[in-house]
């Protein structure tokens, strides 16, 4: 069984919904986009338990939840926390902490033992083995993970369209956890008919749908929902 706990399930600016991020097995932060530290309370999961982060890209509904979670960090001593995404992940981080925190951010980095990693196409963090492929979201870079979990492959994509590398990440996963924007096909971003459709294309994988605009696709997550899989 994989534990997801989900803190947020939404598109950028949904009304109905927070934005995204997953916990795994309570260890793994994936996307950040949610109120972090508020909704781990909430699903009792231990801030300070986090043993890495994976984002699969740089927008702000899937990352700007970091300077809080990475403050509580400097201030609870824990152990090691990388981070892990696309190329230029270092410079993004250290931007945003640095508006959010000032000059006293440098100091919190070393606290909290943050170290950045750029993802490869297969590699090993927190004792986790993972592959990552680059998806297809517009001008933005975007890597979806393939996570190796005691004999479970976890599939999380972030933001795409569907495209082969799409096919190729849920390819033969238990669990995979993929967008479902909003009925409208879009050039960036997966539609509810076709989230169905890659769900039945991949009938040996258990689908669950997050990133939603509005509404409720058949399949999808709720907020604060957890799920055993
Ligand atoms: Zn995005």
Same mark, same amino acid.
């Given at each position: 069984? $994989?534990? #997801? ?9 949904? %009304? ?13 932060? %994936? ?21 890495? $982060? ?9 990352? #700007? ?33 640095? #508006? ?33 492929? &680059? ?21 999380? &994509? ?7 590398? #799409? ?5 033969? &996963? ?12 879009? /050039? ?23 990133? $939603? ?5 058949? /399949? ?5 929902? $957890?799920?055993?899989?």
């Amino acid at each position: 069984m $994989v534990k #997801l706990a989900f803190l947020g399930t939404g598109a950028a600016f949904s %009304l109905e919904r927070y934005n995204g991020a997953v916990v795994v097995e309570g260890r793994l932060l %994936l996307d950040a986009g949610a109120p972090l530290l508020h909704h781990m309370h909430r699903l009792d999961i231990d801030p300070g338990r986090i043993e890495a $982060v994976f984002l699969t890209h740089f927008h702000g509904d899937h990352a #700007l939840g970091l300077p809080t979670f990475l403050l509580y960090r400097a201030f609870h001593p824990s152990g090691p926390l990388p981070l892990l995404g696309p190329p230029g992940i270092a410079d993004w981080v250290e931007q945003l902490c640095r #508006l959010a925190w000032h000059e006293d951010w440098p100091g919190f980095r070393e606290r909290a033992r943050v170290t950045y990693h750029e993802a490869a196409p297969s590699g090993r963090i927190a004792g986790v083995r993972y592959e990552s492929l &680059a998806l297809d979201h517009g001008s933005m870079e975007c890597r979806g993970y393939r996570l190796h979990l005691d004999g479970r492959v976890l599939a999380y &994509a972030g933001d795409t369209v569907v495209s082969p590398a #799409l096919e190729r990440l849920v390819e033969g &996963a238990d669990v995979a956890i993929t967008e479902a924007t909003s009925p409208h096909p879009s /050039g960036v971003h997966t539609s509810w008919e076709q989230a169905q459709a890659l769900a039945a294309r991949h009938p040996g994988t258990r689908f669950v749908f997050n990133h $939603v605009a509005a509404g409720h696709p058949p /399949g999808a997550a709720r907020d604060l929902e $957890v799920i055993e899989v």
